[in-house]
């Protein structure tokens, strides 16, 4: 089976049912925040239990709560401000 192939059958699943976990998890990746949040928790997910339930979740059901999101949004900044905790900005126009 070539891509294409592959391809068609996977949209044809999607039109044909949708309200499967694939349609679902398909309409939350058309979201380039939500898409995000969800790359930055499955980078997470190793080390931390929240990430990796949250990433379980949405492999479950193909998609999160909006108070997920929100809880993923602030656990990924917080994780951003430990690792790197000083912005050094510099202004060229000076």
């Not at 089976?1 to 998890?25: C, G, H, Y």
């Not at 790359?39 to 997470?44: A, D, M, P, S, V």
């Not at 602030?74 to 430990?82: H, Q």
């Amino acid at each position: 089976m070539n891509i294409d192939t592959a391809m068609f059958m996977r949209q044809e699943k999607i039109r044909r049912f949708p309200n499967s976990v694939l349609a679902k998890q398909d309409r939350f990746f058309k979201d380039a925040e939500k898409r995000a949040i969800l790359f930055g928790l499955q980078e997470e997910k190793h080390w931390s239990s929240f990430a990796a339930s949250v990433c379980s979740q949405f492999d479950r059901f193909g998609s999160i709560s909006e108070g997920q999101l929100f809880a993923a949004k602030n656990f990924l900044a917080d994780l951003e401000k430990k690792r790197f905790p000083l912005k050094i900005t510099v202004d060229l126009d000076q």
